[in-house]
Nanobody, 120 residues
Framework: QVQLLESGGGLVQAGGSLRLSCAAS????????MGWFRQAPGQVREFVAG????????DYADSVKVRCTITRDGAKNTVYLQMKSLTPEDTAVYSC?????????????WGQGTQVTVSS
């Protein structure tokens, strides 16, 4: 089992920045991908960003590509999502996910999420 705990969400004005964090614990091993997803009210969950286990390959949704940076700290088993130039359209619950090495699924475990609200 893997547990994920997100933090860093909150209320921010349009144009502002936030850094989300997600700490993983449990039996993920040492080679696992991590990612961020978001779900706005009434919308399906969408991929935001992902990073491989080495931390040298990152993928981003087109909607956030120039405004977000995903990084990870292997020593702390933590992934970060730095977001800037936020707009009300970024309002959503942001969840992190872990993808185990060798798994047939892109991601295997999910956190509960942290709310990000961007006011206009």
């Amino acid at each position: 089992q893997v547990q994920l705990l997100e933090s860093g969400g909150g209320l921010v004005q349009a144009g502002g920045s936030l850094r989300l964090s997600c700490a993983a614990s449990g039996s993920a091993g040492s080679r696992y991908a991590m990612g961020w997803f978001r779900q706005a009210p009434g919308q399906v969950r969408e991929f935001v960003a992902g990073i491989n286990w080495r931390g040298d390959r990152m993928d981003y949704a087109d909607s956030v590509k120039v405004r977000c940076t995903i990084t990870r700290d292997g020593a702390k088993n933590t992934v970060y999502l730095q977001m800037k130039s936020l707009t009300p359209e970024d309002t959503a619950v942001y969840s992190c996910a872990v993808g185990l090495f060798g798994s047939p699924r892109p991601y295997d475990y999910w956190g509960q999420g942290t709310q990000v609200t961007v006011s206009s």
